[in-house]
């Protein structure tokens, strides 16, 4: 078991700039959730997938955003036209369908924004 | 979602025990009560759950208050690995959790 695993880890890009991160689950795990950490503060829900099935988008989530898990395997999150208040930690984690009471999160993905 | 009240910050002596208060007043009567820590540099790391009784792991205890309307976190020996943000989060489904500011655990040898 390799846990969740996030790339890039850290990202610096240009406002404007378009990026995208990849989240490869646990394996037997069906269900991931994207979240994003700004500092000082608790991690936010931005959505969720079941299988490929996006099931839940969180109004944090702006027309820039678009998340996919086209095989129901990993998933990626893509923010268009980055902008300085993107800068943060988005973390991503996964569970297996009946064990909703425990999420297993990956270290994270650090973008900051210029 | 319910709202949560845990201490800002708290301190422990090592190998000491430490109690983790949560004030949940809000609470649903078919919201569990999650706890997750983070670590530095980390992402968040499942404690434990549960829904009216107590309930034990490897890891920490949880003890519920009678209206639910409270609960504590237990850690029986504190290490220095303890030292985390311990987030507090009731919610009838793992699938969308609320993270507040959660409690800064400071640990001391």
């Known amino acids: 078991d390799t846990g969740v695993s996030q790339n890039p880890r850290h990202k610096i890009t240009k406002r404007g700039q378009n990026v995208t991160f990849r989240c490869d689950p646990i394996s037997e795990h069906n269900r991931l959730y994207w979240y994003r950490q700004t500092l000082g503060q608790g991690p936010e829900f931005l959505t969720y997938f079941q299988n490929e099935a996006q099931l839940e988008k969180s109004r944090l989530l702006s027309d820039r955003f678009s998340a996919e898990r086209p095989k129901g395997s990993f998933s990626t999150l893509e923010i268009q036209r980055t902008e300085q208040g993107d800068s943060a930690m988005y973390l991503c984690?996964?569970?297996?369908?009946?064990?909703?009471?425990?999420?297993?999160f990956g270290e994270g993905s650090r973008l900051t924004v210029l | 979602d319910a709202k949560t009240t845990q201490p800002n910050s708290m301190e422990s002596n090592e190998e000491e025990p430490v109690h983790l208060p949560c004030n949940h007043s809000?609470?649903?009567?078919?919201?569990?009560i999650h706890w997750y820590r983070q670590l530095p540099s980390q992402g968040p790391e499942y404690v434990i759950h549960?829904?009216?009784s107590n309930v034990n792991n490897r890891m920490a205890s949880l003890a519920i208050a009678e209206d639910r309307k409270s609960s504590t976190l237990i850690l029986h020996r504190a290490t220095l690995r303890d030292a985390a943000v311990y987030y507090c989060?009731?919610?009838?489904?793992?699938?969308?959790?609320?993270f507040g500011t959660g409690t800064r655990l400071q640990v001391t040898l």
């Open positions: 989060i009731p919610s009838i489904t793992a699938s969308k959790l609320t």
């Open positions: 549960g829904l009216t």
């Open positions: 809000t609470i649903s009567g078919t919201d569990y």
């Open positions: 984690a996964s569970s297996t369908y009946r064990g909703a009471g425990e999420l297993f």
